[in-house]
């Protein structure tokens, strides 16, 4: 869509889309025809690959690196200081309603602490894919139940890494990172779409259809011949390129398969000299997690929101 779009310009999308579709405007700053019924609009963070924690296949052309550790330095890591401190409010949420728990067990009482991360709005700043800490003001989920509305669950949840390892000037890899290690990664084909469909499905990572995997490489970890968890590329703006779908199969979280695709695909985006980045719900504070132990950093905040064409 154009900056500024005519009415022109919106029945053109809606007859690309069809009646009744949903039009995913992404992070477009525009505002649709009142009769657009808004489907989700909420706020996120776009992550970039600054210093990746890993050994990657490739590191890109010298000029990229220099660019890799100075384009918006100080903007993000401000944004990453505040998405530190977001969650560091969380995790102490939780130990201190833990210790209440305790000292409740002789009453025969309970209470319950709310442990699921993602029920936190993080009040700092990483697309699809995540700066941490988003404006509170910003308007939450209107979430439908078809797989191409509820982006909350963009990666695996994985373990909660220490918070001082976290937020210290030189981080170091995550051990569990490597858990996925066992799993053989593998470049995803057309043959794979109908079960990358159905992880989808499962998972609701965001908009995915039987071609987006024509816009770039998917990478995905089988066992057993079940999909487990993928990731792929999508937007390519020159000298970028985003990860995008990142999923994993509720039975398959918490061994560390985002992470083995994530550099996959990170290091075949490197390798052409490209930087990788991605997108994320300002909620999901464990995908945060991850991909900030990965070596991306917040570089601004975004808003997602689509709509359904009358």
Not at 96 to 115: K, V
Not at 250 to 270: E, K, N, W, Y
Not at 292 to 298: C, D, Q
């Amino acid at each position: 869509m154009p900056a500024e779009p005519t009415s022109a310009d919106w029945d053109d999308l809606a007859r690309l889309l069809g009646r009744g579709a949903l039009a995913d405007l992404f992070t477009a700053p525009v505002t649709p025809p009142a009769d657009w019924r808004n489907v989700f609009d909420m706020a996120g963070f776009q992550m970039v690959l600054s210093r990746p924690t890993w050994t990657p296949a490739a590191q890109g052309t010298a000029a990229d690196r220099g660019a890799s550790n100075t384009t918006g330095r100080g903007a993000a890591s401000a944004l990453n200081r505040e998405a530190a401190s977001a969650i560091g409010r969380e995790a102490d949420s939780q130990a201190e309603c833990a210790t209440e728990r305790r000292a409740e067990r002789g009453t025969g009482s309970a209470t319950e602490c709310g442990a699921d991360p993602t029920a936190h709005r993080a009040n700092s700043v990483a697309d699809g894919t995540t700066d941490r800490g988003a404006d509170p003001t910003t308007l939450r989920p209107n979430r439908e139940t078809d797989g191409t509305t509820d982006r909350t669950t963009d990666s695996e949840a994985e373990p909660r890494a220490d918070r001082a390892k976290d937020r210290g000037a030189g981080r170091r890899a995550d051990p569990t990172l490597d858990r996925g290690a066992d799993f053989a990664v593998a470049e995803l084909g057309r043959a794979d779409v109908p079960d990358m469909l159905a992880l989808i499905d499962a998972t609701r990572p965001g908009p995915f259809w039987p071609r987006t995997i024509e816009l770039g490489a998917f990478y995905g970890v089988r066992d057993n011949g079940a999909l487990l968890t993928m990731a792929g590329e999508r937007l390519r703006p020159p000298g970028w390129t985003e990860i995008s779908s990142v999923c994993t199969a509720p039975q398959a979280r918490g061994r560390g398969l985002a992470a083995q695709v994530v550099r996959a695909a990170a290091d075949r985006i490197t390798a052409r000299g490209e930087r990788p980045f991605l997108h994320v719900v300002d909620t999901n504070l464990d995908a945060i997690r991850l991909y900030e132990r990965l070596g991306f950093v917040v570089r601004t905040r975004v808003r997602f929101h689509g709509y359904r064409v009358p």
